[in-house]
């Protein structure tokens, strides 16, 4: 019996009791939760990508059938409507048989339009949870995603059962896969697109099953912090790569990113300088400790790397405080991760919902939340050479940069080192430095 099955059965009883509480406590007979519906492009008849509502995916790993239901009170086995139409220009699901379907009264749906008649008949105290709000005025739901359940779900979200670490730890194994092979495919000569095709084909994952587009840089692009172009065009200099690839297990993501040298030189220390830094971010985990502190004194770990390196000059305080580390590293230290890649839960500081906000000189920062056990987030530190966010430097503060060594510095264009931890109570477990990537 794969591991997977025993945890499971503890994951769902988790999410009958999260159920079961929310909505004794704000007094609904339960939560009806829709995968979702195809999204049709524009004057065409093709369907873009179908994306499952990720509420949907928590209970049950189907990622590609749209028109499904689970009917959850918490207290009764879960019914799940499971959409099985007659068609012969589509691929037709087959009836689940997986080590999850002993735990719902499956029903088969041929008709999407005929849910109701599976529905309860009285829908008026059920909470719709899903993106089609106009079907669920239709079905007559009163209540769609009541921002009470929504609250206390993604609160909870951050606290992952041993069966979501479990697929959290198969993604990040997956991906590390992909990124050796990737690594490979860079020193061996590869364009952007070649090793992108090696990635998928070596974690035999297309396009749309990963959790979010790959980003594969070459040289300066990798200051391109959301790169998602694939040139096919091979630089006539290799200096540098960045990639920031995924993969899914289950539903769950992995979130990983490397940046490699082409050479050995002063790009290649300052990859090493930030991945020690990196692993020392991570080893200041730990439950109790404020997400947004951590965030912080990254910030003053990379302006003390800035004046190793002669990036910038002055000392740590007047780099953070001018702004110059946020001008090369302008974006957030990590998130939560889990059935998203930005996992919901970030910033809920309670099940109320209520919300911590990113600091404001630190717009970008994703997660707010003090660290507890069982939590799993990125810690992605980053130093790129962006040309438009340096020239938008106070006088002042370009008087801290070293304009000569971002000079040598730009062509190679930034780097990101990006791991997936989960938090216990006694350790840090960092699933991408264990299973095996450097
Ligand atoms: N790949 C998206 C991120 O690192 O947040
Ligand atoms: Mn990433
Ligand atoms: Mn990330």
């Not at 049709?40 to 590609?64: S, T």
């Not at 992605?380 to 938008?392: C, R, V």
């Amino acid at each position: 019996m794969d591991q997977l099955d025993s945890l499971y059965h503890v994951h769902i009883a988790e999410l009958n009791r999260r159920v079961a509480e929310v909505t004794r406590r704000e007094n609904f007979a339960g939560v009806v939760i829709h995968s979702g519906q195809p999204h049709r492009q524009f004057l065409d008849d093709m369907n873009y990508p179908f994306k499952v509502n990720p509420h949907f995916k928590a209970w049950l790993p189907i990622l590609d059938n749209p028109n499904c239901w689970i009917i959850a009170n918490g207290v009764d086995k879960p019914i799940l409507v499971f959409y099985r139409p007659v068609d012969f220009w589509h691929k037709v699901s087959d009836v689940p048989d997986a080590f999850w379907t002993a735990h719902f009264d499956i029903k088969l749906l041929t008709k999407a339009d005929k849910i109701a008649e599976f529905l309860p008949k009285d829908l008026s105290n059920w909470a719709y949870i899903g993106e089609h709000l106009d079907v669920a005025d239709v079905l007559e739901f009163k209540s769609r995603n009541p921002d009470a359940v929504m609250n206390y779900l993604h609160y909870h979200r951050a606290d992952k059962t041993q069966y979501e670490l479990e697929c959290l730890r198969r993604a990040n194994k997956i991906a590390v896969r992909g990124h050796k092979a990737a690594k490979s495919a860079f020193f061996n000569g590869g364009s952007e697109f070649e090793i992108q095709q090696h990635y998928l084909a070596e974690i035999s994952q297309g396009e749309n099953e990963m959790p979010y587009g790959n980003i594969i840089a070459l040289n300066q692009n990798a200051a391109i912090l959301h790169y998602m172009t694939l040139a096919h065009v091979k630089p006539k200099q290799r200096l540098s790569f960045l990639i920031d690839a995924g993969a899914s297990y289950h539903g769950y993501a992995a979130d990983i990113t490397r940046t490699y040298a082409f050479e050995k030189n002063r790009f290649s220390e300052l990859i090493a300088a930030l991945n020690l830094q990196q692993l020392a971010i991570v080893d200041a985990m730990k439950p109790g400790v404020k997400y947004t502190d951590l965030h912080i004194m990254t910030h003053e770990r990379i302006a003390q790397l800035l004046i190793d390196f002669e990036l910038a000059h002055s000392d740590v305080a007047a780099l953070v405080d001018s702004g110059v580390t946020r001008a090369f590293f302008p974006h957030g230290l990590g998130h939560m991760l889990g059935l998203q890649v930005h996992d919901m839960g970030g910033y809920s500081h309670d099940e109320r919902g209520t919300h911590i906000p990113a600091p404001e000189n630190h717009p970008f920062l994703r997660c707010t939340r003090t660290l507890a056990a069982n939590q799993v987030l990125t810690i992605e530190p980053g130093i790129y050479i962006i040309d438009t966010l340096l020239n938008d430097l106070s006088d002042n503060a370009k008087q801290l940069v070293n304009w000569q060594t971002v000079d040598v510095m730009r062509p190679f264009g930034g780097i990101r080192i990006e791991d997936n931890v989960i938090v216990h109570s006694d350790r840090n477990e960092n699933m991408t430095r264990e299973l095996g990537l450097d």
